[in-house]
Structure formats: C-alpha cells, structure tokens
C-alpha cells in the first residue's frame, strides 16, 4: 500500500520552496562562515566561546554582533537584503538543532530558555 501525499492533502508535510539569493556571492561567505562553525571539528569550541561570552545561542543578531562568526560577517550580512538575511537566520537556528546531542547536553545551559 503506497502513502503518497500532495500538498493540501491532510497528513502531507508541506515544504516551502527556496527563495531566490539576491547576492550569492555575499550570502556564501556568511553561509560559508556559519557551516564552519558548525563543523564536526569546530563546533565545541563555537559553543564555548558563546558560553564564555554569556550570550543566548538562540540570538542571532548578538552572535553575530560579537563576531563570532567570524570578523567580517557582520558587514557581510549587512550588505544582504531582508530575504536574504532571513534565510541566513533560519539557517544558523536549524544548524543549531542539528548539532549532536552529547554536545548538547555539555552545552546545556546554551540550548535551556533563561
């Protein structure tokens, strides 16, 4: 017995399309520099830095305020239009959600709600 769903049928996830980049060039360098802070061999000390900082890990803006993403990513990112920037957001919080939950859990108190 197939289970194939189409969008609007009940039980169906839906999947929003991808949204043009308006400047590609400058999108990868702030996605460039996100993913690597998310990278296997990095990620710890991303957290860490987050932690000794005392931000939330969850705002974005401050993050990225801080230059932990690196030093130039914050003008980078100004330069890119409002979808853009959403989509870099959305990017940095399910990276969030990705990482692995041991980390997570040493990391605990970044994730919790305060």
Known sequence: M???????EPGS?????PLA????????EV???IESRFAANAV????KSIDRSGLRIRDF??????GLLG???????ATLGNGDQGQIRELY?????????????KFFKLYSYY
């Open 61 to 66: 803006e401050t993050v990225l305020g801080k």
């Open 93 to 105: 919080l399910a990276r969030l959600e990705q990482i692995a939950p041991e980390l997570r859990e």
């Open 13 to 17: 996830l839906y999947e929003k399309p």
């Open 21 to 28: 980049v308006s400047d590609p060039n400058a999108f990868g």
């Open 44 to 47: 710890a000390a991303f957290l």
């Open 71 to 77: 030093p130039s990513t914050k003008a980078t990112y």
């Open 2 to 8: 197939s289970t194939t769903h189409t969008v609007g």
């Open 31 to 33: 996605k460039s520099s």
